[in-house]
């Protein structure tokens, strides 16, 4: 498999937060736009939009709202990914299907809850597709999922419609030496992640494998366990709270009736 090499740059991708001070070429970001829009997509409908953020001051302000991470406003390179039915919905109005509606005497469909998560799906495999490129190039870049946070901040810096939803924010850049030679995170095995056929609910002996390599490496951490600091630090977190609380945000005002 290492000689493959396609699978060496998905093997040895990491998230890279600190880059070098030169910018990406614009052949290079031309690559990585373009490799993004030939993703898989349903329908081939695009349901998604790139914004890039080239304005200092919005990256300025990125770094603050994402949960106070400062290299964002350091990246050379900042996409803001947004899960987009405004498009088509603005299309189907243009194209006159309202007015056919009314001849069927129907209402006309707004978009709901599913056409959320498909748009979603999509913009988030263009975004793995720019990543991958991105890394093909020698260009590290990291998700920012906390663009979802602080929903009426995000929505007016980006002027977002009703039907456009910022599902993930991706800063890419040189990564420093010390970057390239991070050591890569440890992932779960595979029999607790691949099942056959049907799901598997995993049973306190099964989280006392998975855990077992990381919890020797967590040793000394305040909390006794690996599931109690990441209760803490991941699900109930004020980060955690304000990201819930904008994507109900999110949610009820795309689906307002």
């Not at 994402?66 to 919905?89: E, S, T």
């Not at 707004?110 to 890394?135: G, N, R």
Request: proline share 5%; with cysteine; charged share 25%.
């Amino acid at each position: 498999m290492n000689t493959n090499p396609t699978l060496k740059v998905i093997l040895n991708r990491r998230s890279i937060r600190a880059y070098e001070a030169r910018a990406i070429d614009d052949e290079a970001k031309a690559q990585i736009l373009h490799a993004a829009m030939r993703a898989p997509t349903a329908g081939n409908m695009m349901l998604y939009s790139i914004i890039e953020v080239t304005d200092q001051g919005a990256k300025d302000t990125l770094a603050e709202t994402c949960d106070h991470q400062p290299f964002i406003a350091r990246a050379p390179l900042v996409l803001l990914f947004v899960a987009d039915y405004q498009r088509w919905h603005d299309y189907f109005v243009a194209s006159g299907v309202k007015e056919v509606c009314q001849q069927r005497g129907q209402p006309m469909q707004k978009p709901e809850e599913a056409d959320l998560f498909l748009a979603c799906c999509d913009a988030l495999i263009a975004a793995q597709t720019a990543v991958i490129t991105a890394e093909s190039l020698g260009i590290g870049s990291c998700y920012i999922g906390d663009i979802m946070e602080n929903a009426e901040a995000h929505r007016e810096l980006f002027a977002l419609p009703q039907y456009a939803f910022p599902i993930c924010l991706l800063c890419f850049g040189h990564p420093t030496e010390q970057q390239r030679s991070r050591p890569l995170l440890d992932r779960f095995a595979k029999e607790y992640v691949v099942f056959q056929d049907r799901y598997r609910r995993l049973k306190p002996d099964d989280f006392a494998q998975m855990f077992a390599h990381m919890q020797e490496k967590d040793e000394g951490r305040a909390a006794p366990n690996i599931g109690q600091r990441m209760y803490d630090l991941k699900f109930s977190s004020d980060f955690a709270q304000e990201m819930r609380r904008s994507v109900r945000v999110w949610l009820d005002r795309w689906v307002e009736r």
